[in-house]
């Protein structure tokens, strides 16, 4: 189960990503939603109409932080500018826990603007870990790392990608924004089990999960949030909640975006997997204790 210190003691079902597209719907009826989660760094401006939404959105909704633009791997350490307007705006949404993804964007101050891989390497933990824990002390709540898809390996890898992200999450203090598509996305690409991702993650350290649909092309598959969820992401998602409890789940659409009530109805129904998987838990729990 989730220690609540990694979730800011805070319960969640199911939410999605507040959406431009979607902005009227919900002002205008008010949609029966668990949650909704934002980009930072859209709402990190001085005011406009991103700010009205969100102020209005915050009078009937938790809203949970995600941002882009943190990139704990870079190794020149992390950007104080970038924390300082983030932490304004978390005084704003009163998230109860912060995410980012785990992964480098920038060299010199130049921005790649993109979430690259880092090396599995004991020194990339080492420095990772470090940025983390000045960034979870500077913004004084619970941060989050998400694991990000690939689409290649460094030859000088010393671990796997799930040994590192635990590693990682273990030496800064932090918690887990676990992304069952991303694994799934990896996995393809990089050719392993993503049950063994799943199973070896340390449960107690997951703070929320994503899910959400990908591309396939002929040699690999893109994450690119554009379609539903597949089968076997449900299952991975199925697995993940039977280790970890019900976590705060997030569907995520963030190209060609359908209708509201279509990724709604989408979003809903990891409440089904959701159900058997922790029916099951239950039943392993007693027969462990019988």
Not at 16 to 24: D, K
Not at 96 to 105: A, E, Q, R, T
Not at 200 to 213: E, K, N, S, Y
Request: glycine share 6%.
């Amino acid at each position: 189960m989730t220690h609540p210190r990694f979730t800011g003691g805070v319960e969640l079902a199911t939410g999605i990503g507040l959406r431009v597209p979607h902005y009227n719907h919900i002002l205008a009826e008010k949609p029966a939603v668990g949650w909704f989660e934002i980009i930072s760094e859209n709402y990190m401006v001085e005011g406009g109409r991103a700010l009205e939404v969100l102020d209005r959105i915050l009078e009937q909704y938790r809203v949970v932080q995600h941002g882009v633009g943190m990139y704990p791997g870079d190794a020149g350490g992390i950007d104080f500018a970038h924390l300082r307007r983030l932490k304004k705006l978390v005084k704003r949404t009163k998230t109860p826990w912060l995410s980012d993804h785990l992964c480098w964007g920038s060299v010199d101050g130049s921005m790649s603007h993109d979430l690259l891989p880092i090396p599995f390497t004991f020194e990339a933990v080492r420095k990772t870990a470090e940025n983390l824990r000045i960034a979870q002390d500077f913004l004084e709540l619970p941060l989050a790392v998400e694991n990000v898809s690939s689409y290649g390996e460094f030859r000088d890898n010393e671990m796997t990608e799930w040994e590192f992200l635990a590693e990682v999450a273990e030496a800064a203090d932090v918690g887990i924004l676990l992304d069952v598509n991303n694994i799934f996305v990896s996995s393809i690409n990089n050719e392993f089990d993503p049950l063994e991702y799943v199973e070896f993650v340390p449960a107690d350290r997951v703070a929320q999960i994503h899910i959400a649909g990908h591309s396939r092309y002929e040699r690999f598959i893109v994450d690119t949030h554009d379609h539903p969820v597949i089968d076997p992401v449900w299952k991975l998602y199925e697995r993940a909640i039977e280790r970890c409890g019900p976590v705060a789940t997030l569907l995520e659409w963030d190209a060609r975006i359908p209708s509201f009530e279509e990724v709604w109805t989408e979003a809903k129904k990891s409440e089904g997997w959701r159900a058997a998987a922790l029916e099951r838990k239950q039943k392993n729990d007693d027969h462990a204790a019988a």
